[in-house]
């Protein structure tokens, strides 16, 4: 056999091995896809990456958890920002009130809910006490939510019954302490902002007092009128009718700034105590781990919502301040506060477990 005819038979040879491997590669190749499809037809159906989730946010309405009963001044206040925030977000945004242990149990339910930005906590100043309060709770304020915005500062007024002799807060400081131990002041409960508030004023006057709790404010406030308890800090709006109608008289507001519904009443600060600056301050939080974008959504809609001059008129007839911040800004007044009513809780010795 001439010698180009054994090298075209050798290299015919080759080109059929190569041919072969290349078959048999395609055949594994396909095989691979056929298994693989199922895959990802799976994968195709799973959600949307969570960066992405805030681009369709919301597609049904969102649930806002308020800790206290219906008709109280934090639901009142709740559902007006509520109303507003759902013309913005195209969703209605629902009041889903759950009452119990201080804010705790709406807490608890809003740090385990899903992080999809569709359940969110209308927490109040209560939940910066309970760490301190509370030797064992279910969930970490610091690290279960994610800051949304502070929503409004409902500033507290304090208030002596209609038959106390004094008629300013610099009487009612010399009345105190020229009968030591004697009075008895109410508040909405024990370790409530309403008792720490009585507790920071009379500490920082060298004064003593005798605290009665009470399960909510109304039946504090109904004792302070009948005379069975002599003074009490409680949130103006709750405060507002038994002032009006001289059962109580209100001596000074416990924020920085004067009130707009007691144009007439000072400040503790600037007549008592310089720098004195206590509320019941209110805010938004979700679940840790919620999509930054979910967050910056709902703070976007609270902030218009604080803006709304129908809004802010309805707050300042309930005697709320709007506010509004940032999610940062917001942490950050939050660990404040949870660092300075620890201080507070422990000097006034109180726990509630």
Do not use: C
Not at 145 to 150: D, E, H, I, L, R
Not at 190 to 195: A, E, L, Q, S
Not at 233 to 255: E, G, H, Q, W
Not at 286 to 311: C, E, F, G, M, Y
């Amino acid at each position: 056999m001439p010698e180009q005819d054994k090298k075209d038979g050798r290299q015919g040879k080759a080109d059929k091995g190569t041919h072969a491997r290349a078959g048999a590669a395609v055949r594994r190749a396909r095989r691979g896809l056929v298994l693989l499809a199922p895959a990802l037809l799976a994968l195709a159906a799973l959600p949307a990456p969570v960066l992405a989730a805030g681009a369709d946010f919301p597609g049904h309405p969102v649930r806002l958890v308020v800790p206290f009963p219906p008709g109280g001044p934090t639901d009142l206040v709740s559902r007006i920002i509520a109303r507003k925030m759902s013309e913005e977000l195209g969703q209605q945004v629902l009041v889903d009130n759950r009452p119990g242990a201080n804010g705790n149990i709406a807490a608890e339910l809003v740090a385990k809910a899903p992080a999809d930005g569709y359940t969110v906590l209308y927490n109040t100043s209560s939940i910066a006490l309970s760490p301190a309060l509370y030797k064992k709770l279910s969930y970490d304020v610091r690290r279960d939510f994610a800051p949304v915005a502070m929503t409004a500062m409902v500033p507290l007024v304090l208030e002596v019954n209609a038959q106390v002799p004094a008629s300013s807060l610099a009487e009612f400081i010399r009345y105190l302490k020229a009968n030591p131990g004697k009075l008895t002041y109410g508040s909405a409960g024990n370790g409530n902002v309403t008792h720490l508030a009585a507790f920071l004023f009379l500490q920082a006057n060298g004064l003593s007092a005798v605290h009665v709790p009470y399960k909510g404010s109304a039946p504090a406030l109904t004792d302070l009128a009948g005379g069975q308890v002599q003074f009490m800090a409680d949130t103006i709006n709750s405060s507002l009718p038994f002032i009006r109608d001289k059962r109580m008289k209100a001596l000074a507001v416990t924020s920085s700034t004067r009130s707009s519904q007691l144009p007439d009443v000072p400040t503790v600060a600037e007549t008592a105590i310089p720098g004195f600056d206590v509320g019941a301050w209110q805010g938004m939080l979700v679940p840790a781990r919620t999509s930054p974008d979910i967050v910056h959504r709902l703070n976007a809609a609270t902030q218009k919502a604080l803006a709304s001059p129908d809004v802010r008129a309805s707050l300042a007839a309930q005697g709320a301040e709007p506010r509004g911040s940032s999610p940062e800004a917001y942490g950050r007044y939050l660990a404040q506060e949870i660092e300075r009513w620890h201080k507070v809780v422990k000097d006034s010795g109180v726990t509630l477990d």
